[in-house]
């Protein structure tokens, strides 16, 4: 089936870090990656995605790179603010459909 | 653009009364609306999916007459959780599917706690 697994946190950083937070999934065809933010008491919003192998996205700073070979959709930060605290989910979603499939997101907290 | 509401964003109520939670889009039209629920600390559950005019679609494991999802227009959809129960207390989140596209945005959520 399809899946999607994160890495477990939470992830403590301090402010200025590097950041990488794991995403690997399982699906079958091409599927579109996604990750979305979920700050405190908010719903959630579209971070980056991708929608094909190789494909890099891209937003306030953060990337991740659909990486087909490796099945992985890694997410990267050079320098994390302590606004970037917040709770980071990776998805997927088929070709033949609108449902995304979501990770157990990922919980990162960046500390002055 | 693209701007999806939910109403009420935090709802308390006794153990036995239904709730009804409102979705909109409000800025564009949506056929398709789906409805989460996220439990602490935890990822996102598909409840159902909503498509306008038609029934909805239950996920596995997801009473329909517990919770039931109506959407009529292109622009609202609601959830009614009947007869809740405290194990109901949770964050729904909605998400609206622009039309003619697949781009897909989240509302806000709803806190619901049963007492």
């Known amino acids: 089936g399809n899946s999607v697994t994160q890495m477990e946190g939470p992830v403590t950083l301090s402010e200025e870090a590097f950041l990488t937070i794991n995403c690997t999934y399982t699906?079958?065809?091409?599927?579109?990656l996604f990750w979305y933010v979920q700050y405190p008491g908010e719903g959630l919003q579209l971070l980056l995605k991708?929608?094909?192998?190789?494909d890099k996205g891209s937003n306030k700073g953060f990337e991740a790179t659909y990486r087909k070979e490796t099945t992985s959709f890694h997410l990267e930060k050079g320098s994390v603010q302590v606004s970037d605290s917040a709770v980071y989910f990776c998805?997927?979603?088929?070709?033949?459909?609108?449902?995304?499939?979501f990770g157990t997101g990922t919980r990162l907290q960046v500390f002055p | 653009g693209a701007v999806v509401s939910q109403h009420p964003s935090r709802v308390i109520c006794k153990s036995g009364t239904s709730v009804k939670i409102e979705c909109r889009s409000l800025?564009?039209?949506?056929?398709?609306m789906f409805w989460y629920r996220q439990f602490p600390k935890k990822s996102l559950m598909l409840m159902a999916t909503?498509?306008?005019?038609?029934?909805?679609?239950?996920e596995q494991g997801v009473e329909k007459d517990k919770f039931l999802i109506n959407h009529a227009s292109l622009t609202l959809s609601t959830l009614t959780v009947t007869s809740a129960h405290p194990e109901d207390s949770s964050f729904y989140i909605c998400?609206?599917?622009?039309?003619?596209?697949?781009?897909?945005?989240f509302g806000p959520g709803t806190r619901l706690t049963v007492l």
């Open positions: 998400s609206a599917v622009k039309a003619g596209t697949n781009e897909q945005f």
């Open positions: 699906a079958t065809g091409y599927p579109s």
């Open positions: 991708a929608t094909k192998a190789d």
């Open positions: 998805a997927l979603r088929r070709e033949d459909t609108d449902k995304l499939i």
């Open positions: 800025d564009f039209q949506a056929t398709t």
């Open positions: 909503s498509n306008e005019g038609s029934k909805a679609t239950y």
